[in-house]
């Protein structure tokens, strides 16, 4: 297979940015679950105050990198063995605080392109669309929503459910 052909999608958080270190993972995830179902999965921040706070909360300084998934993307993309995209169900708001975490971790070079998603859309809906986008062979998530929601959705895929113990590791290719 030629390596334009091979195309892997990564989150970002959870995949290779890490949570916050002093708050759980399980705040987390109810903070950003839709409770009130209404058919979304999750909840797009409303008030000036939340999306302040979630702006903190993304601060580069409070976000490292998490080093071995990140490690096994450097040697894919080393080995030119596929081409590497950012997809992430990040919402507008956090478009400045994405761009400086990649600046400070002198990552902004290393993937083809990252994708965020600007029109704040449920964030599975947008990896959807841009796996179909760009012809994603391979996914990377670290949310079991998500991964079930694009094997459901897109039989072709490769999904794998990864985070911080259960490192990326390198697909068939």
Request: charged share 35%; proline share 5%; hydrophobic share 40%.
């Amino acid at each position: 297979m030629k390596k334009d052909q091979i195309k892997i999608g990564i989150d970002l958080d959870g995949v290779i940015v890490d949570k916050p270190f002093f708050v759980p993972k399980k705040l987390i995830e109810w903070l950003f679950r839709a409770h009130h179902n209404h058919g979304k999965k999750y909840r797009i921040p409303k008030w000036s105050l939340e999306i302040l706070i979630r702006k903190k909360s993304h601060h580069w300084l409070l976000r490292p990198p998490i080093k071995k998934n990140l490690e096994v993307l450097k040697k894919i993309i080393r080995q030119d063995l596929a081409t590497v995209y950012i997809i992430s169900g990040r919402y507008r708001f956090l478009n400045n605080e994405t761009k400086a975490w990649f600046k400070k971790n002198k990552l902004e070079d290393l993937f083809k392109n990252a994708y965020i998603n600007k029109k704040n859309l449920q964030p599975h809906l947008f990896k959807e669309k841009m796996v179909k986008k760009l012809g994603i062979s391979h996914f990377f998530d670290d949310d079991p929503i998500v991964v079930h929601h694009l094997k459901a959705k897109i039989k072709r895929l490769n999904c794998y459910l990864v985070n911080k113990k259960k490192a990326i590791k390198i697909p068939r290719l």
